[in-house]
């Protein structure tokens, strides 16, 4: 009887004989490598569809390799990276090594690609990866072109705050828009697909708050009460209370010039409210956009009204980094500090600021237009055109 129970048990854990009762799937393919740094193991992490994190590798011989994980009865997301053959390669040829995503359900996966841009490869096994894999192949050329050109800054050659630095930025930015806009189409087109969910979910920062919940909307509610869709939803719950056509969230403040502000007193004028923080490199590299809009329509009675939220151990600490930070970008515009008198309010709370930069447009009577978070799209552009004719 013991022998019986033991060979039960073999039976039901070997993975072996899982794989041969047909509970897995395959992940196999070739990875091509440079000389110098060849690919030596494919490595698979994924939350599987009880919420438990898994990770599985595979050598890889001859630029060959061949996994075999457990099936999904749901569809799930998976990361997968590739480990050079030197265990202390720095930090720049760890980033450089652009991990891919698959979906793993019960179909196998066949992949062709290369260890440096391994998420750029060719995937096919199930609908999910089919689809997603012709979205990818057709942003290919924006991906490469991205990644080329960030390198020098990436390296250090070339600082984000240079004039070189900026125009790199601001291709990058160009790239980025043309890239989200084919994600956006295929996330418009297929409402019940996974892939778009996925999608959804890192793509945050390209929609405005109010454009993101519809996206959500949209999609396929089976994919609703997965851990992405709850999170996408926890999202939206947060940011409903700067919700299109609700007041403004009203405080006050001392600006960095030394004198008393309140938002009430700014109805009858378009206003930008900026959350931004001197050590947030994105911040800082949309001020140059944020000085052509302020250029543009100041005389129209626009006004954008920065709010800083400082990292210093004291308040003192944090008054003299944004003091800095407004001469160093030259911030014409009003500026006021989160930190201070945080106790009696904290902005950045109150308007459920979970990203920095975030941006929220306000009308003359104090309502929301849109919020936008990282400044990954033109909707402020468009939203002040439209209100000013030009």
Same mark, same amino acid.
Request: proline fraction near 4%; hydrophobic fraction near 35%.
């Given at each position: 009887?013991?022998? !019986? ?47 438990? /994190? ?8 001859? *630029? ?45 996966? !066949? ?13 096919? *096994? ?9 979205? /990818? ?11 080329? !050109? ?51 979910? /890192? ?11 519809? %996206? ?20 939206? %719950? ?8 609700? %007041?403004?969230?009203?405080?006050? /403040?001392?600006? %960095? ?57 004291? !308040? ?75």
């Amino acid at each position: 009887m013991n022998k !019986l129970w033991i060979y039960f048990l073999f039976l039901t854990l070997s993975p072996s004989l899982l794989s041969a009762q047909g509970d897995s799937v395959t992940i196999k393919g070739k990875i091509t490598s440079p000389t110098a740094d060849p690919a030596t193991k494919l490595s698979v992490s994924f939350t599987d569809y009880q919420g438990k /994190r898994l990770g599985f590798s595979t050598p890889i011989n001859d *630029g060959s390799f061949e996994i075999k994980i457990p099936k999904q009865p749901r569809i799930v997301d998976a990361t997968l990276r590739t480990i050079g053959k030197d265990p202390n390669a720095n930090a720049l040829q760890q980033v450089m090594r652009h991990p891919l995503n698959i979906f793993i359900s019960e179909d196998d996966i !066949l992949i062709d690609g290369n260890s440096e841009e391994l998420n750029l490869a060719q995937v096919k *096994g199930g609908e999910e990866n089919n689809e997603y894999n012709n979205l /990818r192949q057709s942003t290919a050329g924006f991906v490469t072109q991205k990644n080329r !050109l960030y390198r020098p800054i990436l390296e250090g050659k070339v600082s984000a705050e240079s004039t070189e630095g900026k125009i790199i930025l601001e291709q990058l930015s160009q790239l980025g828009k043309k890239e989200n806009d084919l994600q956006k189409k295929f996330i418009e087109n297929h409402p019940k697909s996974y892939a778009s969910l996925f999608l959804l979910y /890192r793509m945050q920062s390209s929609y405005t708050s109010e454009d993101y919940k519809l %996206a959500f909307n949209g999609l396929d509610p089976n994919y609703k009460s997965t851990d992405i869709g709850t999170a996408i939803a926890s999202t939206i %719950a947060k940011e409903s209370v700067t919700a299109k056509g609700k %007041a403004a969230p009203l405080f006050s /403040r001392t600006t %960095a010039s030394g004198t008393p502000f309140k938002l009430e007193k700014m109805q009858g004028r378009i206003i930008l409210l900026d959350f931004w923080g001197s050590w947030c490199g994105p911040c800082r590299a949309s001020m140059p956009h944020l000085q052509q809009l302020y250029n543009r329509y100041k005389n129209k009675g626009f006004e954008i009204i920065g709010i800083a939220q400082e990292r210093g151990k004291t !308040l003192e600490e944090s008054k003299t980094s944004w003091h800095k930070a407004i001469e160093e970008l030259n911030l014409s515009w009003t500026n006021v500090l989160n930190n201070e008198n945080k106790e009696q309010m904290d902005i950045v709370k109150e308007y459920q600021i979970s990203g920095f930069p975030t941006k929220i447009l306000v009308d003359e009577n104090g309502k929301i237009i849109l919020r936008v978070i990282a400044s990954a799209t033109n909707d402020i552009d468009v939203a002040l055109e439209k209100i000013y004719g030009f």
